[in-house]
Structure formats: C-alpha cells, structure tokens
C-alpha cells in the first residue's frame, strides 16, 4: 500500500477488501532425480522426528510415506536432483457469502499481519509452504536436507 499514493488508498484498500480471491507466492525447488533411494528406516525415524520439531508439527510424516534422498547418476550428473518444482504458499479467499465478509472485516480492522491470522475465522483458506514441503516430501519429490534449506532461506 506505501506506493499507492494517499489520494487513492482508501479505493486500493476498497478493492482489496471486496475484490481479491487469490494470493499465491510460488517459489521452484530442486526435484530428486529418479535415481534417489528410500531412506533407510533408521535415518526416516530420525528425519521425522527433526521435521516435526523445526516446524513445530507442520511436516508430519509417518515411516511408511515414500522418502527418499539423493543419491545421483549419469542423468544428473551425480548431483541427485534433475529439475525444479513449484513450491507455494496459498491463500484463498471466498468470493461471496459470510466467508467473504468475514475476510472484509478481517482486513479492514487490520486483523490480517501474521501468518497466524490467515485461517477460517477471518474467512480465509491458506496452504503454507510448510504444508507443500511436508506433500512434496511424502511423496518423494523432494529430501529432507533440500526441504531443511528451503525452510532456512
């Protein structure tokens, strides 16, 4: 909103309130190539276990989702990881119905600052990047020390 200037904020913060549907932040990720290999039980339950506790419970796996880690061949170069994927964070917003209004008086009354905010209460359907990174993981797209280095940067 600081570039919108003064004259106009209140028709932007207008149309934002009743207008916007979707915000989606996208970011690409390395993808294991197909030579990677199931984890060893030892090392998942230990995964596991770090996964739950750097993201407070958001990344819960279980021993029988598919991870695996890098291991590398020709294809890859034997880096381990042969392309990208779309990693996102996802907020949706109903566009009609109490919904609706619930997310216009959210924002309006400047209740929408923290991640924490952006739930069913205020009307608002949001998928973390965490959240995305914990599928990505479960189905084998992705190892734990490229979704560790996502969650730093």
Same mark, same amino acid.
């Given at each position: /909103? $600081?570039?919108?200037?003064?004259?106009?904020?209140?028709? &932007?913060?207008?149309? @934002? &309130?009743?207008? @916007?549907?979707?915000?989606?932040?996208?970011?690409?990720?390395?993808? @294991?190539?197909?030579? &990677? &290999?199931?984890?060893?039980?030892?090392?998942?339950?230990?995964?596991?276990?770090? #996964?739950?506790? !750097?993201?407070?419970?958001?990344?819960?796996?279980?021993?029988?989702?598919?991870? !695996?880690? #890098?291991?590398?061949?020709?294809?890859?170069?034997?880096?381990?990881?042969?392309?990208?994927?779309?990693?996102?964070?996802? /907020?949706?917003?109903?566009?009609?119905?109490?919904?609706?209004?619930?997310? $216009?008086?959210?924002? !309006?009354?400047?209740?929408?600052?923290?991640?924490?905010?952006?739930?069913? $209460?205020?009307?608002?359907?949001?998928? $973390?990047?965490?959240?995305?990174?914990?599928?990505?993981?479960?189905?084998?797209? /992705?190892?734990?020390?490229?979704?560790?280095?996502?969650?730093?940067?």
């Amino acid at each position: /909103m $600081s570039i919108i200037h003064g004259d106009h904020r209140e028709d &932007a913060h207008f149309l @934002l &309130a009743n207008y @916007l549907r979707v915000v989606l932040h996208q970011k690409l990720v390395p993808k @294991l190539c197909d030579c &990677a &290999a199931a984890m060893p039980e030892e090392k998942k339950i230990q995964v596991i276990s770090e #996964a739950y506790e !750097r993201t407070k419970g958001v990344i819960d796996l279980e021993v029988t989702d598919n991870l !695996r880690e #890098a291991v590398g061949c020709s294809a890859c170069n034997g880096l381990g990881y042969k392309g990208r994927l779309v990693a996102h964070e996802t /907020m949706v917003i109903p566009s009609d119905g109490e919904d609706r209004d619930l997310f $216009s008086q959210a924002y !309006r009354e400047h209740r929408l600052n923290l991640t924490s905010d952006l739930n069913k $209460s205020n009307g608002i359907d949001y998928i $973390s990047r965490q959240e995305t990174f914990c599928n990505l993981l479960k189905i084998g797209l /992705m190892d734990w020390p490229s979704v560790l280095k996502q969650i730093k940067s």
